[in-house]
């Protein structure tokens, strides 16, 4: 098992920035890909950014490329995304995912564990 626990949310302006943490424990070496999802109310939760620990490549939702960056600490722990130029439609719960299979995934069901998430809200 994996444990996942999100920190970093908060209320931020249209125009700034917020950098979530993901703090992961158990059995970490068995993750071999991180991401992060986020679902707003009323929406379906979607993918935001992944990261291989295996090749060290990362993968990001066409929405958020060039504005997000994801990136994690030298050991496992923690895992970032670091959110710039954020907007309204960024208002969401972001979730904290970890994969076990190989390559990067976009997908909810390619990932086996997930943290109860931070909420994220972007005021106008």
């Known amino acids: 098992q994996v444990q996942l626990v999100e920190s970093g949310g908060g209320l931020v302006q249209a125009g700034g920035s917020l950098r979530l943490s993901c703090r992961a424990s158990?059995?970490?070496?068995?993750?071999?890909?991180m991401g992060w999802f986020r679902q707003a109310p009323g929406k379906e939760r979607e993918f935001v950014a992944a990261?291989?620990?295996?090749?060290?490549?990362?993968y990001y939702a066409d929405s958020v490329r060039g504005r997000f960056t994801i990136s994690r600490n030298n050991a496992k722990n923690p895992v970032y995304l670091q959110m710039n130029s954020l907007k309204p439609e960024g208002r969401a719960v972001y979730y904290c995912?970890?994969?076990?299979?190989?390559?990067?995934?976009?997908?909810?069901?390619?990932?086996?564990?997930w943290g109860q998430g931070t909420q994220v809200t972007v005021s106008s």
């Open positions: 990261f291989s620990w295996s090749g060290g490549g990362t």
């Open positions: 158990g059995r970490t070496f068995s993750s071999n890909a």
């Open positions: 995912a970890a994969r076990t299979g190989g390559g990067l995934g976009s997908l909810v069901s390619m990932y086996d564990y």
